[in-house]
T-cell receptor, first 113, second 112 residues
Framework: DAGVTQSPTHLIKTRGQHVTLRCSPI?????VSWYQQVLGQGPQFIFQ???????GRGNFPDRFSARQFPNYSSELNVNALLLGDSALYLC????????????FGPGTRLTVL | QQQVKQSPQSLIVQKGGISIINCAYE??????FPWYQQFPGKGPALLIA?????SEKKEGRFTISFNKSAKQFSLHIMDSQPGDSATYFC???????????FGKGTKLSVKP
């Protein structure tokens, strides 16, 4: 079975632009979470979606938004990019329970110039 | 506010030695404590996890020790190998949300 897949692998944008990152969860998983990992730090929680509904939101500005589709895949959108948004963006999927194991994808490396 | 504190920041161990990484948490609502291993350019991979109803869990060379009263847990890697060289993250979750709160990571280097 395929694990969590993310696209694109790498992305370079300039300040002020908009970006969309995509994630497909493990087959059968209904919950997707997004994390931001700045170089040298642990992942920071951005959003969690379950059955297309937002279940949780971390301490990120409104420039960050996400959605989950009927097939449980998800998009993370970031508007008005700042240099500080440069990071590895990770997607994790779970079956949906609050303490289910979260399986991470390989991430999308975003560089903002 | 950092809810999960991890130490040390970096660790160098000789091949065959024991690697020990410690974490402390603040939120007593946490009830799930996983450890993740991350190689450069890759996403974190679950190594082992524990829930507070047990004080220790062992899987192969990896052991989690959990002290609920002290709100601390640790990862022990026995017979450390050069292939174990990676960054290790402790995490915690629980309460009403399932999101993980991560420590800042420990970069482990195992010297041959």
């Amino acid at each position: 079975d395929a694990g969590v897949t993310q696209s694109p692998t790498h992305l370079i944008k300039t300040r002020g632009q908009h970006v969309t990152l995509r994630c497909s969860p493990i087959s059968g998983h209904k919950s997707v979470s997004w994390y931001q990992q700045v170089l040298g730090q642990g992942p920071q929680f951005i959003f969690q979606y379950y059955e297309k509904e937002e279940r949780g939101r971390g301490n990120f500005p409104d420039r960050f938004s996400a959605r989950q589709f009927p097939n449980y895949s998800s998009e993370l959108n970031v508007n008005a990019l700042l240099l500080g948004d440069s990071a590895l963006y990770l997607c994790a999927s779970t079956g949906g329970g609050s303490t289910d194991t979260q399986y991470f994808g390989p991430g999308t490396r975003l560089t903002v110039l | 506010q950092q809810q999960v504190k991890q130490s040390p920041q970096s660790l160098i161990v000789q091949k065959g030695g024991i690697s020990i990484i410690n974490c402390a948490y603040e939120n007593t609502a946490f009830d799930y404590f996983p450890w993740y291993q991350q190689f450069p350019g890759k996403g974190p991979a679950l190594l082992i996890a524990i829930r507070p109803d047990v004080s220790e869990k062992k899987e192969g060379r990896f052991t989690i020790s959990f002290n609920k009263s002290a709100k601390q847990f640790s990862l022990h890697i026995m017979d450390s190998q050069p292939g174990d060289s990676a960054t290790y993250f402790c995490a915690a979750s629980g309460g009403s949300q399932g999101n993980l709160i991560f420590g800042k990571g420990t970069k482990l280097s195992v010297k041959p």
